[in-house]
Nanobody, 115 residues
Framework: QVQLVESGGGLVQPGGSLRLSCVASGFTFRTYTMTWYRQAPGKERELAATISASGSTNYADSIKGRFTISRDNAKNTIYLQMNSLKPEDTAVYYC?????????WGQGTQVTVSS
């Protein structure tokens, strides 16, 4: 069965950096687009960044230039490198797989940006 396990969240000061990881299993990882979503307190979940099977990337305007999504197919892992973090980046970050039929989510990892 599909499993997505995020890690790497934590508390960081404004301007700091974090790297999130999502380890995937149960499907042919290298053939799928993978996505990071985030959900801030009191807000709806929103798409943050996407990486296709070929490595093409797309970002929400709010994080463009500060965050980088990448993937390591040998490790079945995607990453989200987050730099120049702002308090408004505080959210639970989720890894997502959409197969075209089924939608899978990880358990999420909390990122808190605060001084």
């Amino acid at each position: 069965q599909v499993q997505l396990v995020e890690s790497g969240g934590g508390l960081v000061q404004p301007g700091g950096s974090l790297r999130l990881s999502c380890v995937a299993s149960g499907f042919t990882f290298r053939t799928y687009t993978m996505t990071w979503y985030r959900q801030a307190p009191g807000k709806e979940r929103e798409l943050a960044a996407t990486i296709s099977a070929s490595g093409s990337t797309n970002y929400a305007d709010s994080i463009k230039g500060r965050f980088t999504i990448s993937r390591d197919n040998a490790k079945n892992t995607i990453y989200l490198q987050m730099n120049s973090l702002k308090p408004e980046d505080t959210a639970v970050y989720y890894c997502n797989l959409w197969t075209g039929i089924y939608n899978y989510w990880g358990q999420g990892t909390q990122v808190t940006v605060s001084s």
